[in-house]
């Protein structure tokens, strides 16, 4: 019997609002770099058939284009829809002990806020883009096409 592989599959999906502004640095060889962490909320029904709220902190990462674009856009509440993949990373702290963190690394990042104009006049909405780390530009493909309309609506509030 022949062996199953198993699928190289590593993609995630999610929505949040930034809980701090973002980190913006360089590497020691020039690569722009951001970091950032956002929360998801989850409604769920308990077991009384209360409606209740849970919190997912995730961190996230955008290197290039993509961080750069985060730096001009994103600050502590925005909100954001990130595509990318998952990533660990381990690291000796500064007492010496091992640490490890797993964090979504950005493919895209879709802005969800509105925008001032740059007179700083009233807010107005900006046609919504999606910054794709693997390219020099933009794409307007947006993540519309994949939500319900529940979700499409509960993304706009």
Known sequence: MAELKMPEINFVVIAGNL?????????????????????????????GSQWQE??????????????ESCRE??????????????????WRSDDGSSRSIVEIKARRIQFLNK?????GEELYEEAITDYDDDSAGYTSDSFDKF?????????KE
Do not use: M
């Open 19 to 47: 809980t701090k502004d973002p980190v913006y640095r360089h590497t020691t060889n020039g690569t722009p770099v951001v970091n950032f962490t956002i929360a998801s909320n989850r409604k769920f029904r308990d077991s």
């Open 54 to 67: 849970d919190v997912c902190f995730v961190g996230v990462v955008a290197w290039n284009k993509l961080a």
């Open 73 to 90: 856009r994103v600050r502590k509440g925005s909100a954001v829809l990130v595509d990318g993949e998952l990533q660990s990373r381990n």
């Open 115 to 119: 925008r001032f104009k740059p007179t």
């Open 147 to 155: 939500l319900t309309e529940e979700e499409s609506k509960l993304i």
